[in-house]
């Protein structure tokens, strides 16, 4: 295997978990609801609007947070989270580039 194949093999596992979260149905609906509320969301609003329960909700919230593409603020007793995807996306951006670098080799 070549080491730019090496490299490519290499940021496709270390986006398997980012890519893994997405395939969920309620973690993309929270993502989205997350993305139209700038100001954060807690879990009550979050179950208001999504048809689950708090604890799924915060299930998924948990693992979306673990993953980076949310974080929370504590807010008096609440926690209030919002859409954070600098590192998930970076992450995708240099599995993108090195697939791109290596169709661009192979012309």
Do not use: W
Not at 23 to 28: M, W
Not at 45 to 69: D, T, W
Not at 82 to 103: D, G, M, N, V, W
């Amino acid at each position: 295997m070549s080491e730019s194949t090496e490299h490519i093999v290499q940021q496709f596992k270390e986006s398997i978990p980012l890519l893994e979260v997405l395939t969920d149905e309620k973690r993309q609906a929270i993502i989205l609801l997350l993305a139209q509320h700038k100001a954060g969301l807690n879990v009550n609003a979050i179950a208001e609007q999504i048809n689950l329960s708090r604890p799924a909700i915060s299930h998924h919230l948990k693992v979306l947070k673990q993953s980076g593409y949310v974080s929370y603020e504590k807010k008096s007793v609440e926690n209030h989270y919002t859409l954070t995807l600098r590192k998930p996306l970076e992450q995708l951006k240099l599995l993108i580039a090195a697939i791109e670098a290596q169709c661009n080799s192979s012309s």
